[in-house]
């Protein structure tokens, strides 16, 4: 059983993976910013029990090669920290291309972003077919009454309906070498990731190259919001429509 | 000056692990590509998980980035899938800094620590763009050198490096750098003159101006024929680690490395004198940095980098003369606190030794403790690399086990005593037990136990009797903590070079398979012993190339040509490659690997010099078949191994006091054993005879 009751400070931290570090895993990123908090000597809680771990939860998992101007992670303090240096002081300690963008201090008993994420924007470039084609794709796509997708994990392959996924999409125009697209994807109840709506367009040989998040959403109070907002105004166009 | 980044990015999103080739680590030079500069390419012959953390390069990475007329980056070798792909669209190697291609610097450094990894040097260089073998090069090419424990046999990559360079190379490095800045203002100078100008500098041997006979199957002969280069090549010893605090920076990886943590080096050589062991060998004489230069790299480099876990390096460091209250001081400074003073109790036992340096822990069992430090750099973990036991008390486990700790590994290398006299490693059982009991009673649940199979004159009970040693760790683990488990690695035994067992012919890998066969039956049904091995094949191999000569090169050749990369991966080694490059080279294993080597043969590293005089070798050879052990002489009276004597450099120490317990520690009479008559297999060498003939005819 643990001792007396301590306080307990949680924050929400907004960070973009942009660059050569987008290459690093997931589990890499946590392990940055444990490294990160301690240069900075943030007083972080850990977990009680066999092997104490550094009390950070990460929201959606980013894949390796994709890029992000909207990353999330919760972390939980022991003291509370003055927040407003947080940001750069970060961005200070982390490699190059891991930037936090802000922070903001989390009330008691809001929702995990696993149960909070709705669903996420994203820019995608495709290589390998021209815009009218996938202009083409993406028409039939939407218009499509269900869309089966095979998955495997662990060697059980289940076959899902993602069509309720695709939220919105849409072709923005030719790239340098591909044609770039805007999805908005759901995360739940039915989840649909960018590698695998690129294999659903069903235009052979499509590939991916660049990939990039702009957005997490949130549902609060019926309104499409993000769960810590940019303080950059530039950062995309949705911002609007979610105020 | 290019770089290979828009060809390579694309292909990144295809591989696995692709953090592996981007750089971009904390501590990383950002010293930008001119032409200006003499510039070097440090490799690690293997994955970026294995070759970041070694520290030899980072040291001589930072220390040739400090000089205004040079610059150093890194690369490791592609996995290989990124290798087909490189291959495929004409990427060449490149470093991970600023992705140069390999040919555009002026020299490729290899380290070289495990002979396994060979035919990925060979592999490096050619996808460098640059010929494999040196007669091919001309002065557009890089220089292509090595160092490392490896270079005390070079013979088998001696068509494949320009340079060998022996010891440490701090000083070295510059003096090289020196030549090069000379040497690339005069493009009317041969290769050979370039080459020529390094023979020169003390530590470096040129493989290429050396000749070899042979007197039928055995080596003749190394030598130079003209006045350019050495008789005989000394290694470089830096005299004093205090004046080489590096790294400063140590490389803290974007991405999962193994060793991911602080590694701060606390000593350098080693006095314990076990027969078996070259690291020991060939780094003596013992230097160690001084205690407060410890303390001080480890709490700045834990403030810097953000790990909350440091080892503390060497070949044995619980022998660091002071250890117990550095690793307090490293403690107390972690939490803020910084009490300073001694408070290590004495009862510590002996001294401790280990499995080479940074032998790697496993994951251990952390302690249930709420780990907020606030003032400090929060709760720090030390670990040491294996130690030896009669090192490891209660002292030191009390203050390792203050914050999340380490798995404990201890090498005993040997199940009996007897073997143990013979391998000079004089620990008895006891000793054993005691540091057992002090790691569960301070509430470590596991603790992994290093054995070598194959040693000399061992017998089938010398081998059983490692299992009798876990069955009774564990019984000692099962008073503290019903979930005690006992992990026995054991490793085939390869002679070395510059060791008193290098005239011993290795065991085949079917005996070395079937003294595994016996331990995996007499574990089998012990709970709480769990045994892992090395695969024999494997050793087979290394036992091939280590005590090689110049003979073995096509055959390294061959088995690269062949596909042979990666062969210290167990998913790419393969066995019969080599076999087969040997058979097509007619070369007989059984003569480079299993066979006894007599007193006045030729050894292909007679002309290289660790420093120890090769009748003191062979002496201990003896010794060690009379069973005699011989003292550490960090603390007692020379014995003239020529180390020290030959360099003029005495052992430099920490603290003028001996750990606890003296020098071996155990008090035990040693010194007048029961007689016990040792013969090496007659039958053995008649086979040895009998292959001579064949060879000759």
């Known amino acids: 059983m643990s001792g007396p009751q301590r306080e307990r400070y949680q924050l929400r931290i907004r960070f973009t993976e942009v660059g050569k570090v987008r290459f690093a895993s997931h589990r890499d990123v946590a392990r940055l910013f444990e490294r990160a908090m301690r240069k900075l000597r943030l007083p972080v809680a850990y977990s009680e029990g066999f092997s104490p771990r550094p009390k950070l939860s990460f929201g959606l998992a980013l894949s390796v090669a994709h890029e992000s101007d909207a990353e999330y992670l919760d972390v939980e303090l022991t003291e509370r920290p003055d927040i407003d240096g947080l940001p750069r002081a970060l961005t200070a300690v982390l490699p190059d291309g891991l930037d936090v963008v802000a922070v903001t201090e989390l009330g008691p008993g809001t929702e995990s972003l696993q149960q909070a994420i709705t669903s996420c924007t994203w820019r995608i470039e495709v290589l390998g077919a021209s815009p009218a084609d996938v202009t083409a794709a993406v028409a039939e796509t939407l218009a499509a009454a269900e869309l089966p997708l095979e998955r495997s994990r662990k060697g059980k392959t289940t076959i899902a309906d993602v069509r309720p996924a695709i939220l919105e999409l849409e072709v923005l125009g030719p790239t340098g070498t591909g044609v770039e697209l805007a999805a908005h994807l759901a995360t739940k109840p039915v989840s649909l990731r960018p590698s695998e709506l690129v294999e659903v367009l069903g235009i052979d040989g499509l590939e991916e190259a660049r990939v990039r998040r702009t957005h997490q959403w949130m549902i609060i109070d019926g309104v499409r919001s993000e769960p810590v907002r940019s303080p950059d105004p530039s950062m995309g166009h949705e911002l609007k429509r979610a105020s | ?697």
Not at chain 2, 180 to 207: F, K
Not at chain 2, 215 to 221: A, E, I, K, M
Not at chain 2, 547 to 555: A, E, F, N, S
């Open chain 2, 1 to 697: 000056m290019t770089s290979v980044w828009p060809v390579l990015e694309p292909l990144l999103p295809k591989v696995q692990k692709p953090a592996r080739y981007i750089g971009g680590e904390d501590g990383a030079k950002a010293k930008l590509p001119d032409p200006s500069l003499v510039s070097w390419c440090f490799i690690y012959p293997d994955t970026y998980e294995i070759g970041l953390p070694n520290q030899g390069l980072q040291i001589l990475y930072e220390i040739v980035n400090e000089r205004p007329d040079a610059r150093a980056d890194r690369s490791y070798a592609p996995w290989v899938d990124l290798e087909a792909l490189m291959r495929e669209h004409g990427v060449p190697l490149f470093s991970v800094e600023h992705h140069t291609p390999g040919h555009e610097f002026d020299v490729l450094a290899f380290n070289l620590s495990a002979e396994l990894t060979y035919t990925n040097l060979l592999n490096c260089v050619d996808l460098a763009g640059v010929p494999v073998r040196t007669a091919d090069r001309d002065r557009s090419h890089p220089l292509v050198m090595a160092g490392g424990h490896c270079t005390y046999n070079p013979e088998p990559l001696a068509d494949f490096l320009d340079a060998v360079v022996l010891g440490d190379g701090e000083e070295v490095v510059g003096e090289i750098t020196d030549v090069l800045a000379e040497v690339r203002n005069d493009p009317n100078l041969s290769r050979t003159e370039v080459l020529e100008r390094l023979a020169g500098v003390e530590g470096v041997y040129v493989p290429s101006l050396y000749d070899v006979t042979y007197d039928g199957p055995r080596l003749g002969s190394i030598a130079a024929p003209g006045p350019v280069a050495p008789d005989e090549i000394p290694k470089r010893t830096v005299a004093d680690l205090a004046d080489w605090p590096y790294p400063k920076e140590q490389l803290v990886p974007l991405t999962e490395v193994v060793h991911d943590r602080l590694n701060v080096e606390v000593f350098r050589g080693c006095t314990r004198g076990c027969r078996f062991c070259q690291a020991g060998m060939i780094t003596r004489p013992v230097r160690e940095r001084p205690a407060d230069q410890v303390r001080t790299m480890v709490a700045e480099g834990l403030r810097r980098t953000g790990y909350d876990e440091v080892t503390l390096t060497s070949l044995s460091t619980a022998d660091f003369s002071d250890i117990e209250s550095v690793v307090t001081g490293i403690m107390d400074d972690a939490e803020g606190g910084g009490r300073g003073t001694d408070d290590a109790e004495g009862g510590g036992r002996g001294t401790g030794d280990a499995e080479g340096g940074g032998a790697g822990d496993a994951e251990g069992d952390p302690a249930a403790e709420d780990g907020t430090g606030d003032a400090g750099c929060g709760p720090v973990s030390v670990s040491l690399p294996s130690l030896r036991v009669d090192a490891f008390g209660v002292g030191i486990a009390a203050q390792l086990q203050r914050a999340r700790r380490s798995g404990l590994t201890f090498a005993p290398e040997a199940g009996s005593w007897r073997m143990r006299r013979i391998i000079n490693k004089l620990i008895q059982e006891e000793d054993l037990y005691q540091a057992v009991e002090a790691a569960f009673s301070e509430g470590w649940i596991r603790v992994k136990l290093y054995f070598l199979t194959g040693l000399p004159s061992e017998t089938d009970e010398d081998t059983l009797a490692i299992a009798e040693l876990a069955k009774n760790c564990v019984s000692i683990g099962r008073r503290h903590t019903s979930r005690a488990s006992v992990t026995v690695s054991v490793g085939g035994f390869v002679p070395k070079p510059f060791t008193p067992f290098q005239w011993f012919g290795q065991n085949t890998s079917e005996e070395l398979q079937r003294k595994i066969n016996l331990l995996r039956d007499a574990t089998r049904k012990m709970k709480g012993v769990q045994l892992k091995w090395h695969d024999p094949k494997a050793t087979l191999v290394e036992g091939i190339v280590t005590r090689g000569d110049r003979r073995i090169g096509p055959v390294i050749e061959q088995v690269w040509r062949n596909g042979g990369t990666f062969q210290e991966w167990s998913e790419h080694f393969n066995l019969d490659l080599w076999v087969e490059a040997m058979a097509d080279h007619g070369l007989s294993v059984d003569d480079f690997v299993y066979r006894h080597r007599t007193e006045d043969e030729c050894l292909p590293w007679d002309h290289l010099s660790a420093g120890l005089h090769k009748d003191f070798l062979w002496q201990d050879w003896q010794d060690a078949l009379a069973e005699q052990g011989l003292e550490d002489c960090r603390w007692t009276p020379c014995y003239d191994c020529g180390a020290c004597t030959g360099y003029g450099i005495e052992h430099v120490v920490a603290s003028a006091t001996p750990p606890a317990g003296g020098s071996q520690g155990t008090g035990q009479e040693w010194r007048n054993p029961p007689p016990v008559s040792v013969e090496l297999s007659s039958r053995r060498n008649k086979q040895n005879r009998e292959s001579d003939l064949e060879v000759a005819q």
